[in-house]
């Protein structure tokens, strides 16, 4: 999967219960991203890691939590709070002199 | 913080025709626009990118166009064929590892046998 695994690919969380989405990259990148792509929109960040045990919010984090303890792992946790979370994700990462992200396949996740 | 403008939203062209996108930006300091293509239920992939330093790139059918001063960026696909059809993503960054990408809302290209 060029070097970038998401699992699972398809996820049904019940009303109230968390999620956790994995993000796995064995290409050695510092930088990793989570993303969130609605049907027919274009991809909203919702949290980023420029290096293990750092990360900043995005533009809609309100929900969501993450975790960089490895350089190699980046896992999205979809929380009670996140209101309206059916839909598609996508981790990326992106390396040192390197342009460009890197996308994992994605996981689509569907509210029940 | 950056704000990327895509337009059209949806393309439809009929094979052997040009396709063109144009997306517009609004933080001066980046200097980083790539350009993805997404096929259906599939992750982006990178088709084409071009930083600040240049005004135009080319890669066989694909070329894309930027002016700094006005702020936007094009892609240009020439001699569509069917398997362009897809949604095509702008977007733009501070450059280097670590800036993260603004994308644009995405322009569904439908190219038409």
């Known amino acids: 999967d060029g070097g970038i695994t998401q699992s699972p690919k398809y996820l049904f969380r019940k009303e109230g219960q968390n999620v956790t989405l994995s993000c796995e990259q064995n290409l050695n990148h510092d930088a990793m991203y989570w993303y969130r792509q609605d049907p027919g929109q274009g991809l909203r960040l919702i949290y980023y890691?420029?290096?293990?045990?750092?990360?900043q919010k995005g533009d809609i984090a309100e929900g969501y939590s993450v975790s960089r303890e490895k350089k190699e792992s980046f896992p999205l946790t979809v929380t009670s709070a996140q209101k309206n979370p059916t839909a598609f994700y996508l981790c990326?990462?992106?390396?040192?002199?390197?342009?460009?992200?890197?996308f994992g396949s994605g996981t689509r996740l569907t509210v029940v | 913080g950056e704000n990327v403008e895509q337009h059209p939203s949806t393309l439809s062209v009929q094979e052997g025709d040009s396709a063109v996108i144009k997306c517009t930006y609004s933080?001066?300091?980046?200097?980083?626009f790539p350009w993805y293509k997404q096929e259906l239920g599939k992750r982006p992939q990178l088709i084409i990118d071009i930083r600040s330093n240049v005004g135009e790139k080319k890669d066989q059918r694909i070329a894309v166009t930027l002016n700094k001063t006005a702020k936007h960026f094009s892609l240009h696909i020439t001699e569509t064929q069917p398997e362009d059809s897809a949604v095509y993503f702008c977007a733009a960054s501070r450059g280097a590892a670590g800036n993260k990408l603004t994308f644009g809302g995405g322009t569904r290209v439908l190219v038409k046998p």
């Open positions: 933080d001066s300091a980046s200097n980083y």
């Open positions: 990326a990462s992106e390396g040192q002199g390197t342009f460009g992200y890197t």
């Open positions: 890691s420029q290096i293990v045990n750092d990360f």
